[in-house]
């Protein structure tokens, strides 16, 4: 089965970037979904980002469309967050995930924190 590994979080100020990293353990076939999710303390879980594999076909909450970008290296297995433009409300762990349906929710990460302060 799929496992997928997050790297990259940490502290930032705002208005700064951040990358994350996920990277599965297995080759995705192409209608293979990646994303993210993020759960902010004291909030529910919410989606974030996912591109499928074949296409690179994206989609994005409206809180981050246009400060983050998704994409994925195939011959890696990995998906990437960049984070621009970061705002003190963007603190949450942030969970890698796949599947086969947006947004792709079968498989999960570990999560990794972004912190967001000055």
């Known amino acids: 089965q799929v496992q997928l590994a997050e790297s990259g979080g940490g502290l930032v100020q705002p208005g700064g970037s951040l990358r994350l990293s996920c990277t599965a353990s297995e080759r995705l076939y192409s209608s293979y979904i990646l994303g993210w999710f993020r759960q902010a303390p004291g909030k529910e879980r919410e989606f974030v980002a996912a591109?499928?594999?074949?296409?690179?076909?994206?989609t994005y909450s409206d809180s981050v469309k246009g400060r983050f970008t998704i994409s994925r290296d195939r011959a890696t297995n990995t998906a990437y967050l960049q984070m621009n433009s970061l705002k003190l409300e963007d603190t949450a762990v942030y969970y890698c995930?796949?599947?086969?349906?947006?947004?792709?929710?079968?498989?999960w990460g570990q999560g990794v924190q972004v912190t967001v302060s000055s």
């Open positions: 995930t796949g599947g086969s349906s947006w947004p792709p929710q079968d498989k």
């Open positions: 591109v499928r594999q074949g296409t690179g076909g994206t």
